[in-house]
């Protein structure tokens, strides 16, 4: 087997402190994952830790830079070829479920967004960071469904809609519905509202 390079062994080193962020944060909660915790999940030193990242906010940020990125791609992949709005919804709603079903992402990113406020560095770059992502989802949805022409709901709160009520977490708890569920109801309600009466 050959030897990885440096840059390969960095790489390396790198995914596997953010996938041990990803685990500690949402096992342990903000204030209990250290950086020293996640560098020993990750089976790394903390001066491993701090080659990669500045803090532990700094891994939390490029951790949840990553997801919201896999979203908009995860989405736009599964609904590239689907004409149907009836598909659409269907594959939204079991997508919605699947990311629901993991709850640590929004666990991570409240935790994440609540010190961020608490500590007085809830800037620009955290907001953007989810505004950024509801609005990619949020066009691509507006597209499929064929609802972004009367301009009735703006391409940031479609997709705020639909990622609230994924990564919200509270239902995951429930057992009464699932965030596909109330997804799938949503969407439904958006599309028949824009049909012709006659259509209806």
Do not use: C
Request: proline share 2%.
């Amino acid at each position: 087997m050959a030897r990885l390079t440096r840059e390969q062994s960095q790489a390396l080193t790198r995914e596997k402190l953010l996938n041990a962020a990803r685990d500690v944060v949402a096992r342990e909660g903000y204030e209990g994952a250290s950086v020293e915790r996640i560098a020993d999940e990750a089976g790394f030193s903390k001066g491993a830790f701090y080659s990669n990242f500045a803090s532990k906010p700094d891994v939390l940020q490029v951790l949840l830079e990553g997801n919201a990125g896999h979203d908009v791609e995860e989405l736009s992949e599964a609904l590239r070829e689907v004409t149907d709005p009836d598909v659409v919804i269907e594959i939204v709603a079991h997508w919605s479920d699947t990311r629901a079903a993991e709850q640590k992402w929004g666990i991570i990113a409240i935790e994440f967004l609540r010190r961020a406020q608490r500590d007085g560095n809830l800037g620009m770059r955290q907001r953007q960071l989810f505004v950024s992502q509801w609005e990619e989802i949020g066009k691509l949805l507006l597209e499929k469904l064929a609802l972004g022409r009367d301009g009735r709901i703006s391409a940031l709160d479609m997709g705020g809609i639909v990622l609230e009520l994924t990564y919200g977490g509270i239902s995951g708890f429930l057992r009464a519905n699932t965030a596909g569920q109330m997804v799938r109801h949503v969407l439904k309600s958006f599309r028949d509202s824009a049909r012709p009466a006659q259509e209806r």
